[in-house]
């Protein structure tokens, strides 16, 4: 069976006909990852991601000579490089990945006895939305939700996940039920998650930071100009920590991460953010990643290591980066909750 069909039917992938017996799949839905940090995978994998016109939005007679011309030509050997640094060499996959399939796992057992059928997918690169949804599909899925495992909306990222899935819907007669799991910037159980996960990162350390930062992947400004909501559900996640951690705007502070190209993105940029610090003096700092469902290239490299280095060439002392959720107990309870809040009345 392939989804390139249009005349493919659920019943032609092996499902029962609707009734008491109806299977329900969810599908967890992250950004994607490289197979492997040689130019030829990161050339691959950077060609698809930049190519969506959700994540660049410039004409395309203008942006591919660039995007052909210079970037594929550039960025796959020095992003490469520093996919080295923090790539899974024991089992030959990125982090992103890694954690990815551990939540999925960690799901799929959790949901075990409801006969819930839970895989993993990727926006760019594999396993595709496609290959998995076409898998659910054969083991009888009816009932499909789809959770793009982004906590803030942006059309960059969670709406991509969507106009993908349902682009692969739009190729069969007959569609499952679906629902979508949706942004959950606000959600209790994200913020009480988050504020665990710092507590007790700090409790651990031998020295007190006087400054957090909450560090989201930024956003050109232009797309906030034309309507992306993202920048708004990242000041009320920050907003909501602050309350619940009992902290103010000094000490928890919040900045954007990982811009590219010319345009402006959203501001203050992390990096310039902990290199002041430490020229204003400021010596011990602590950095999370609240926008970031599992641990990757942006957290691992860009924070841990090279925000930290930053800071520590300015002057600064202790700098230290709290891992995203992941698949642990705390992450896991988000996932969860969500998941089971949408399976409501088909589960
Ligand atoms: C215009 C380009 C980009 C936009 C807009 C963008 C938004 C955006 N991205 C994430 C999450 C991740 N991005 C990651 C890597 C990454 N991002 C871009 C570009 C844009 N992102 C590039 C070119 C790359 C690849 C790495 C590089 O060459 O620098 C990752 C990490 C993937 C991994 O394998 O570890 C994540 C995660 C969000 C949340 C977001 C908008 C809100
Ligand atoms: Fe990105
Ligand atoms: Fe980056």
């Given amino acids: 069976m392939t989804l390139s069909s249009p005349v493919t039917t659920i019943a032609e992938a092996g499902a029962s006909p609707r009734g008491n017996s109806t299977k329900t799949g969810v599908m967890l839905v992250n950004l994607g990852t490289p197979e492997g940090t040689d130019a ?15 994540v660049i939005e410039w004409p395309r007679a203008i942006w591919y000579p660039i995007l052909y011309g210079i ?66 599909l054969a083991a009888g899925c009816e009932r499909i939700v789809m959770f793009p495992l982004y906590p803030q909306y942006s059309a960059t990222t ?36 988050l504020a665990h996960s710092i507590e007790t990162h700090l409790a651990a350390l031998d020295f007190e930071p006087e400054v957090v930062i909450a560090s989201y992947h930024g956003i050109p400004q232009s797309y906030v100009k034309r309507g992306d909501p993202y920048p708004s559900h990242c000041e009320e996640t920050t907003r909501l920590l602050r309350e619940r ?62 925000a930290a280095d930053i800071f520590r060439h300015a002057g600064g002392k202790n700098f230290t980066h709290i891992p995203c959720l992941n698949d642990g107990p705390d992450g896991m309870a988000v996932i969860e909750q969500l998941v089971r809040r949408e399976l409501s009345g088909w589960a």
């Fill in 245 to 306: 951690l009992g902290w103010d705007d000094k000490k928890l502070i919040m900045t954007y991460q990982s811009r590219f190209g010319p345009e402006q993105w959203l501001q203050p940029y992390t990096d310039k953010t902990v290199e002041k610090l430490a020229r204003d003096g400021v010596k011990s700092v602590a950095a999370f990643n609240p926008g970031f469902v599992v641990d990757c290239l942006e957290t691992l490299e860009e924070i841990a290591g090279e």
């Fill in 40 to 54: 030829r995978s990161m050339r691959r994998y950077l060609a698809e991601f930049l190519s969506d016109r959700r």
């Fill in 71 to 136: 970037v594929l030509n550039t960025r796959p050997k020095k992003s490469g490089a520093l996919y080295d640094k923090i790539w899974n060499t024991e089992q030959n996959e990125s982090p992103l990945r890694t954690f990815t399939r551990a939540q999925g796992e960690k799901l799929a057992a959790t949901l075990a006895d409801s006969g819930i059928h839970v895989d993993w997918a990727m926006r760019y690169g594999t396993p595709s939305i496609e290959s998995v949804l076409e898998n659910m």
């Fill in 158 to 193: 969670t709406a991509t996940v969507n106009d993908k899935f349902f682009e692969s819907l739009s190729k069969l007669r007959l569609m499952p039920s679906v629902r979508i799991v949706p942004p959950y910037y606000n959600e209790p159980v994200y913020i009480d998650a």
